[in-house]
């Protein structure tokens, strides 16, 4: 299994171009989210989902839209890149929203807008 | 903030030695669970606690709740250069639709 993969692992953008970062899983977890890592810091939600074409805002979600069409996929999608989004995402799954299970992450997409 | 807070911020110890992080919360919950990242990596899950809980173990790692006073506690003994990595918590907070908060992690180096 290769669990949560995330792409690309780099990135590098200017300011107000748009871009998707990739998520995807198999081991047919209903909940996956999205979050960003600051320097120095803790993780903060960014979306969430609770299933195929279930979607839910998390603590940071503007400038930030997601789609879940199918279980194992969940992009975020970057409409008008700024500066202030500079930073590490990640993507988790777990098996359920109430699994009382722990969450799954991918390696990590590391993005610089310039 | 539901945000939980982790202290030490930052810990350096010699190999061998006993390591100790602590996690505190604010409101009820569900499960509290303590990840590793290593440099440059994602997050690893290394054990998830229930509220019902009180104590668990896995191989030199152990993990206390107390719910009382909304903390948590995270050993790691007998500590090796391989444990240098920071250390996570994250909280399900009761009723929050299975979303974890964490919080800002604690730095241990791991001096051989």
């Known amino acids: 299994n290769a669990g949560v993969t995330q792409t690309p692992k780099f990135q590098v953008l200017k300011t107000g171009q748009s871009m998707t970062l990739q998520c995807a899983q198999d081991m047919n977890h209903e909940y996956m989210s999205w979050y960003r890592q600051d320097p120095g810091m803790g993780l903060r939600l960014i979306h969430y989902?609770?299933?195929?074409?279930?979607?839910d805002q998390g603590e940071v979600p503007n400038g930030y839209n997601v789609s879940r069409s199918t279980t194992e996929d969940f992009p975020l999608r970057l409409l008008s890149a700024a500066p202030s989004q500079t930073s590490v995402y990640f993507c988790?799954?777990?098996?359920?929203?109430?699994?009382?299970?722990?969450?799954?992450f991918g390696d990590g997409t590391r993005l610089s807008i310039l | 903030s539901q945000q939980g807070e982790e202290d030490p911020q930052a810990l350096s110890i010699q190999e061998g030695e006993n390591a100790t992080m602590n996690c505190s919360y604010k409101t009820s919950i569900n499960n509290l669970q303590w990840y590793r990242q290593n440099s440059g990596r994602g997050l690893v899950h290394l054990i998830l606690i229930r509220s019902n809980e009180r104590e668990k173990h896995s191989g030199r790692l152990r993990v206390t709740l107390d719910t009382s006073k909304k903390s948590s506690s995270l050993l790691i003994t007998a500590s090796r250069a391989a444990d240098t990595a920071s250390y996570f918590c994250?909280?399900?907070?009761?009723?929050?639709?299975?979303?974890?908060?964490f919080g800002d992690g604690t730095t241990l180096t791991v001096k051989p």
């Open positions: 994250a909280t399900d907070y009761y009723n929050n639709a299975g979303k974890s908060t």
């Open positions: 989902s609770v299933g195929a074409g279930i979607t």
């Open positions: 988790a799954s777990r098996v359920g929203a109430i699994s009382n299970q722990p969450q799954h």
